[in-house]
């Protein structure tokens, strides 16, 4: 149900932070995506461009990194938020995804949920390797159903390469080099990856890159120029810029957060008061939500 082939490469995520959150009456929480959210109590409120979408107790949203949200709460919600992201993508991902009842749809995911955030004993390694694909997978699990069948068969050809760029993320890959692969021309296999993905061969290689790098930067020993180099990056330089431009912070950072600092009692962006009144904008259709237009990026993935 995850996989491009069910026999070959499954969909991967990963989530390197996941707190619980406190949020005010009228305040507004804005921090950058990808982010996904479970209301754990009260009732908030998903904030895109298109409108303000409720989300009740129980209900879990996911948004990717391109696109523009917050979330606020009349009266006040406690949340559960964390950086899911997708590691490997075996179909089109929507931004926003909209879960309604995830928690008693999936009632075990949830416990975990609420009963372990990474606090300093939920190492950001055992939810990188296990809880962001079991949530992720609930997620479009839950999406797919929500939408009715779905063609079973993917792409072959897509599936091919993606098969190997999983098996080799450190290949010095060009998008040339991965029509090769398929016997297709640049263009041809950006529409087929756009088609069957959701994305382009660009951004699908740089999703299996920063899913290795995050992974490889969880072992302290392993210097980031081994790192770089593993994830098919010729200098720390190049790596640095790509994963910075994807992280928002340097590999080194990241890594000092991740096995350093305490993710429990990290705090998100300050929150920021509502204008009294909340807009009344159409609420968003989540269930044909498109993925935001993607934005120039960096030309090395």
Not at 201 to 216: H, I, K, S
Request: charged share 20%.
């Amino acid at each position: 149900m995850f996989m491009a082939d069910s026999r070959r490469t499954a969909a991967r995520f990963d989530l390197g932070q996941l707190n619980h959150h406190i949020l005010g009456r009228r305040e507004t929480l804005s921090v950058p995506g990808p982010q996904w959210f479970l209301v754990l109590d009260g009732t908030a409120y998903l904030e895109t461009a298109g409108g303000s979408t409720p989300l009740a107790v129980g209900d879990a949203a996911w948004v990717d990194a391109r696109t523009a949200f917050a979330i606020a709460s009349d009266e006040g919600a406690k949340l559960a938020i964390g950086d899911l992201r997708v590691v490997v993508a075996t179909q089109p991902v929507p931004s926003p995804l909209l879960v309604r009842g995830f928690a008693d749809r999936h009632a075990g995911v949830a416990d975990l949920v609420r009963g372990c955030p990474l606090d300093g004993v939920c190492r950001a390694t055992v939810f990188a390797d296990g809880y962001g694909t079991l949530i992720g997978a609930a997620m479009t699990d839950s999406w797919q159903q929500d939408q009715g069948p779905v063609p079973e068969a993917g792409d072959p050809l897509v599936t091919r390469v993606l098969e190997a760029v999983v098996a080799d993320p450190a290949n010095k890959w060009s998008v040339e080099s991965l029509a090769g692969l398929v016997h297709l021309s640049r263009s041809a296999l950006s529409a087929r990856f756009q088609k069957a993905l959701g994305r382009s061969p660009v951004r699908m290689l740089r999703e299996v890159r920063m899913g290795e790098a995050r992974r490889l930067l969880s072992d302290p020993l392993l210097p980031v120029e081994a790192v770089a180099a593993r994830c098919g990056y010729g200098s720390i330089a190049a790596f640095s810029r790509a994963f910075a431009a994807d992280h928002g912070s340097s590999p080194q950072s990241w890594r000092s957060h991740a096995l350093h600092d305490d993710p429990g009692t990290a705090k998100p962006a300050e929150p920021t008061r509502l204008q009294d009144g909340r807009r009344t904008a159409k609420p968003i259709p989540l269930s044909a939500a498109q993925t935001a237009p993607t934005v120039s990026a960096a030309a090395t993935p």
